[in-house]
């Protein structure tokens, strides 16, 4: 997500570098049915403390600073087959990255990573000259000897599918088909995947937390779970976003709502659901933003920064009882009401722009009702902003999930 309309570009100055490494590799590597994966090139040590100094300054204005890298880091794209759980398993193919140390060793922990609400297409792990998240992610990780693996939502990078936003049973998929595409490919390169960690921001912790869901249901050992700015329950943070506005609240909400309610009418079957709670004037932009058509700041220029300016006002008020299969649907959606077994680090800030205290750490008193497994609440600050709480977070649980593995 973004804290302004314009989209800072990080990085650009060694594309080039990475274009080279890339073009000398240019083939993909076929490992098994539907797997595929290309080295891209590495970010060396040099690289990777600017990432950890200039490009995390760019990202946010929170002030911190991250332990140098210890070690380069290769990067290699993965392409695999998965399936669209909400399109009865229509075979989709999807894709991700797999960032590892260059360090001699043959054995590391791992740390799976789910990205957050992006509005562009290629803003994802896949391309993370493109994505300063996953680029921070990989130098405070993979340089210290984490491996790092991250899957793209269908409807981004090589996808040709349309955006399948905030959908519960395609993002586990999405995520457990990357897992298991992860593990050939570092087979093929002889490396040993050790303990397993899961860690997300914004719609991505959403993203993790159902992931650990999923993983718990297959008997998946995960060694722990960090969340940050997390929408935990989509139905109540609506109702928030429409019901008791603040004035912090994000310019970017309106875009959200537009990706959202076209995906759930893409993906289950609900055609007119957009046309029913986006007002006329600002239906066409929403589509064609959706669609991929024009880019935010277009859409931002042209539609309004308040949610009760965008949405139709019979829509809101529908909100309020929850009557209805879209409604329905984000309580589906929700991902923390089931009893879990990994502890999991929740980390919020006081002054999130998109996420309130209440949303992103629910899961200590549901964990606590029914006996679950602990969970941790960690405050980034009164200065805890969207992306600030995302810079405090990835550093915070680099040293939890160190501690864990002694």
């Keep these: 997500m973004c804290k302004k309309p314009l989209f800072f ?66 990067l290699y794209r993965v392409i695999y087959n998965s399936v669209i759980p909400e399109k009865n398993n229509k075979p989709t193919i999807a894709s991700g990255l797999i960032a590892i140390p260059d360090n001699g060793k043959n054995n590391m922990p791992v740390v799976s990573y789910q990205h957050g609400t992006v509005f562009g297409k290629t803003d994802v792990p896949y391309y993370p ?22 899957a793209d939502n269908f409807g981004k990078a090589i996808s040709t599918e349309p955006d399948a936003y905030q959908l519960k049973e395609s993002t586990q998929q999405a995520d457990l088909d990357m897992l298991l595409a992860s593990k050939g490919v570092l087979k093929a390169l002889k490396i040993q995947d050790g303990p397993l960690f899961l860690s997300g921001w914004s719609m991505g912790s959403w993203s ?7 993983l718990e249901s297959l008997n998946i050992p995960v060694k722990a779970a960090a969340v940050a700015c997390n929408p935990t329950d989509i139905f109540a943070l609506i109702n928030r976003w429409i019901h008791n506005p603040n004035a912090i609240d994000a310019v ?32 066409k932009a929403s589509l064609d933003y ?34 209805g299969r ?57 200065k805890g902003d969207h ?20």
């Design 9 to 74: 570009l990080f990085g650009l100055f060694i594309a080039s570098f990475l274009n080279a490494s890339a073009q000398s590799n240019p083939d993909f590597i076929n490992i098994s049915s539907g797997v595929k994966y290309q080295y891209m090139g590495s970010y060396d040590v040099n690289r990777l403390n600017s990432i950890l100094t200039k490009d995390a300054d760019a990202f946010s204005e929170y002030k911190l600073d991250y332990a140098p890298a210890r070690y380069p880091v290769k």
């Design 387 to 406: 992306r600030g709480t995302f810079k405090f977070a990835i550093k915070d649980q680099k040293k939890w999930f160190d501690s864990l593995l002694q």
């Design 252 to 283: 970017w909400l309106p875009g959200i709502m537009a990706v959202q309610l076209n995906s759930y009418a893409q993906y289950y079957d609900l055609p007119g659901l957009a046309e029913s709670g986006i007002k006329p004037e600002y239906q």
């Design 290 to 323: 959706y669609q991929n058509k024009i880019t935010y700041n277009q859409f931002y220029a042209i539609t309004p920064h308040k949610l009760a300016d965008f949405l139709k006002p019979e829509f809101m008020e529908a909100s309020s009882l929850g009557v």
């Design 208 to 214: 993790t937390l159902l992931f650990l869901q999923k």
């Design 129 to 150: 000259e493109q994505s300063s998240e996953t680029r921070l992610m990989v130098a405070n990780f993979a340089s210290q000897g984490y491996i790092f693996i991250a």
């Design 326 to 382: 879209y409604w329905g649907l984000l309580e589906f959606n929700n991902s923390y009401r089931w009893r879990s077994k990994t502890i999991i680090n929740c980390y919020y800030g006081e002054v999130d722009e998109a996420i309130p205290m209440y949303i992103g750490t629910l899961p200590l008193g549901y964990q606590e009702l029914v006996g679950g497994a602990k969970v941790n609440v960690i405050s980034a600050g009164s």
